[in-house]
């Protein structure tokens, strides 16, 4: 985003503010996805290890 040199110090703010607001709900979004790979991995490795179905939950 470009800031051009007229804008006020508080709209230069608020719309820092706001790109990270944007940027920080994307961190948890991808952070989120990452956790439910992990926990669907070691949902496929406790299956392969116990010869038992997919039917288990792991609590992170």
């Not at 230069?12 to 706001?18: G, L, S, V």
Request: net charge negative.
């Amino acid at each position: 985003m470009e800031i051009s040199g007229s804008m006020s110090i508080a709209a230069q703010e608020m719309a820092i503010n706001k790109s990270q607001a944007g940027f920080d709900v994307l961190t948890k979004t991808l952070q989120k996805t990452e956790q439910h790979q992990q926990n669907e991995q070691q949902r496929l490795q406790v299956a392969e290890q116990t010869g038992k179905g997919m039917n288990i939950d792991i609590k992170a």
